[in-house]
């Protein structure tokens, strides 16, 4: 009992925090993989995108217990198992290269995935960080680590 009552003092209220989410973005991806998370979301859903940033990376990204890289491990695997969602699924592997994963360990989330979520399933995973990491010398060339800036992105 005592070890659930430790955890569970670790557990805190949600606290969202806008700029903070802003800069984390900042640091996670460069301006050419935000681009693309959201194309046209602002025209269809005006305040969508300020709301995804606030809440993801200035809420969910904000908490203690893992660190920048475990959390696009585990988004690897979720964005994988959900399926259909390469768009995404190409950013999170061009994050995991930011913050410090190699492309053999992003390729053994996918090959690690295949029992638990279907083979087709990791085979599109796999697709999807190929085209990522072939892009990324000429889409992140001498990025890494630079955040990008684009004032004009916030309402």
Known sequence: MAETEDWRAGLRPARLDREAGYALLDVLQDEDTQRAALPGAEALAPGFADWIVTALFGGTYQRPGLSPRDRQVANLAALTALGGVEPQLSGHVKTGLR??????????VFVHLAPYVGVPRA?????????????????????????????????
């Open 99 to 108: 913050v410090g994963m190699t492309p053999e360990e992003i390729t053994e």
């Open 123 to 155: 085979l599109a995973g796999l697709r999807a960080a190929a085209a990522a990491l072939a892009g990324r010398d000429r889409t992140e060339e001498g990025q890494a680590g630079r955040p990008a800036r684009d004032a004009g992105r916030r309402p």
